[in-house]
């Protein structure tokens, strides 16, 4: 993945928040934790796809569409893609919950998320400002 498209639609997206670019790990791109329950905000670039990682939580893939007309386009909806997910999590708009290797996310309802997804995938739901 050309990693330069997604910082260009981090930084041009997402002003008002600091991201950390490559340090000792394997992320494109970071974000500190706006709570010590969660974890700080990781994006990583595998090859053919963005993963988001939610602290310790949960993560998120985000793949380029083989369907686009050239690879420039597809990287590029990819990078939008994963933004469009940061700036609506980073806004509270997504809740997540999990334990790491298991675990997903949603966008915010008023419909709480059902006994057997909290059986299932832990009894505590998070936004990026903390726990629910």
């Avoid at 260009?8 to 494109?28: F, K, M, N, Q, W």
């Avoid at 939008?80 to 700036?87: A, G, L, Q, T």
Wanted: proline letters at 3%; a negative charge; aromatic letters at 8%.
């Amino acid at each position: 993945m050309d990693t330069s498209i997604l910082l260009a639609e981090l930084t041009s997206r997402l002003p008002g928040h600091e991201i950390a670019v490559p340090g000792a790990d394997e992320s494109v791109a970071s974000f500190r934790s706006a709570h010590p329950d969660i974890g700080d905000l990781r994006i990583v670039d595998d090859g053919d796809e963005y993963t988001v990682y939610i602290g310790d939580i949960t993560h998120c893939h985000f793949g380029v569409n083989d369907e686009l007309a050239s690879i420039q386009a597809a990287q590029q909806q990819a990078a939008v893609d994963v933004v469009n997910y940061v700036e609506a999590l980073l806004n509270d708009q997504i809740e997540f919950y999990g334990g790491g290797t298991y675990g997903g996310s949603r966008l915010r309802t008023d419909t709480s998320r059902s006994w057997l997804s909290r059986m299932l995938l832990g009894r505590k739901t998070y936004v990026w400002s903390g726990p629910l």
